[in-house]
């Protein structure tokens, strides 16, 4: 008994996904994307947070570096600081469609010296993201592919109770760069420079900040 005929709906939704499933094929075997991507949002220097300094410079190394997202946002606070105040800091934060992408912050604190602060155990992200490899600036400086961190002088010993305090410049990124490792390594030096030439100003540091206008000795 011969079979019913198929309806016409039919016929045309099983066309349909044969040539979504060759054009899928075709993608795949060539290369070319098959469906449309979403385009990548532009970080423009509005978005980049006070604490960078340089609105420009820090979008444009965060251009090179961060994961792709639809849409990108900044929050962040530098608020200001009186000359016997002994804590202090300033943050900054980079999100793209909702995900956590890259913070920046510059803390106030007695620190100790820069070898204490080196192998301290309690910094955070030491370790995280592969070896650590030193740059110059302020007492000392270090960054993988995923860290930078600088420990900027800020006011000597004998102003303020407690010794020495220097700042603490951390810019991390939360989620994997999209850059080489030695991309991603200058990029995070560059914006640890840029919030560590800024924040020693908002700061009111009485120290030199020691921090060069660009990226030098990097290991």
């Not at 309806?7 to 075709?26: C, D, E, F, N, Q």
Request: charged letters at 20%; aromatic letters at 6%.
């Amino acid at each position: 008994m011969a079979g019913k005929p198929l309806k016409t709906g039919m016929v045309g939704g099983v066309l349909a996904l044969v040539v979504a499933l060759l054009y899928s094929g075709i993608g795949y075997f060539t290369g070319a994307v098959p469906f449309p991507v979403q385009k990548r949002g532009e970080i423009t220097a509005d978005e980049a947070c006070r604490s960078f300094g340089d609105g420009k410079r820090a979008a444009a190394q965060l251009e090179k570096v961060l994961p792709s997202r639809g849409e990108y946002g900044a929050r962040g606070s530098t608020p200001p600081r009186a000359s016997d105040q002994d804590s202090w800091e300033a943050s900054c934060f980079i999100s793209g469609d909702g995900d956590r992408l890259l913070y920046a912050s510059s803390e106030l604190a007695a620190y100790g010296s820069a070898e204490s602060w080196l192998e301290a155990p309690s910094r955070d992200h030491v370790g995280e993201g592969g070896k650590s490899h030193t740059f110059q600036a302020g007492e000392a400086a270090v960054v993988t592919e995923r860290t930078a961190e600088v420990l900027v002088p800020c006011v000597p010993e004998g102003e303020m109770p407690g010794g020495a305090y220097q700042l603490g410049v951390v810019v991390h990124a939360q989620k994997p760069l999209e850059g080489s490792a030695e991309e991603n390594r200058r990029a995070l030096a560059t914006l640890a420079l840029e919030t560590a030439r800024y924040t020693h100003g908002e700061a009111e540091c009485t120290q030199p900040s020691k921090v060069p206008a660009k990226v030098t000795g990097l290991s």
